[in-house]
């Protein structure tokens, strides 16, 4: 009798869903992204310029136009470190190992991500 290989389950590098719940997984070497996070970052490209000439060559027009910017990055990363939080918490990862990774206490991963 022939043993079926299982498949190994595929997942978002970025924000962990499985492949059964995104609608696409682009894959690369050793990391997957899906559809949701390709269509941050390009929002983040979009919005974000090529060459960055420093704050003092801005526009205050431009600079006020460049917090959004910054709040989408700010709030696409955030929801990336949530889903990881997530993810360690569904392997009964501690709180405790979470604060040691993230250089903060126990109590401050748990009032931070709980």
Same mark, same amino acid.
């Given at each position: 009798?022939?043993? +079926?290989?299982?498949?190994?389950?595929?997942? $978002?590098?970025?924000?962990?869903?499985?492949?059964? @719940?995104?609608?696409?997984?682009?894959?690369?070497?050793?990391?997957?992204? $899906?559809? *949701? $996070?390709?269509?941050? $970052?390009?929002?983040? +490209?979009?919005?974000?310029?090529?060459?960055?000439?420093? !704050?003092?060559?801005?526009?205050?027009?431009?600079?006020?136009? *460049?917090?959004?910017?910054? @709040? &989408?990055?700010?709030?696409?990363?955030? &929801?990336?470190?949530? &889903?990881?939080? %997530? @993810? +360690?918490?569904?392997? @009964?990862?501690? !709180?405790?190992?979470?604060?040691?990774? +993230?250089?903060?206490?126990?109590? &401050? *991963? !748990? %009032?931070?991500?709980?």
């Amino acid at each position: 009798m022939i043993a +079926l290989k299982r498949r190994k389950r595929l997942k $978002c590098s970025f924000c962990g869903k499985s492949d059964k @719940e995104v609608s696409r997984l682009i894959g690369g070497p050793g990391v997957h992204i $899906c559809d *949701a $996070c390709v269509g941050i $970052c390009n929002k983040v +490209l979009d919005a974000t310029p090529a060459v960055f000439a420093g !704050w003092q060559a801005m526009t205050d027009d431009q600079l006020l136009g *460049a917090l959004k910017v910054a @709040e &989408a990055t700010v709030e696409a990363t955030r &929801a990336v470190l949530q &889903a990881q939080i %997530e @993810e +360690l918490r569904r392997r @009964e990862i501690s !709180w405790d190992m979470i604060g040691q990774a +993230l250089g903060i206490s126990r109590q &401050a *991963a !748990w %009032e931070r991500f709980s």
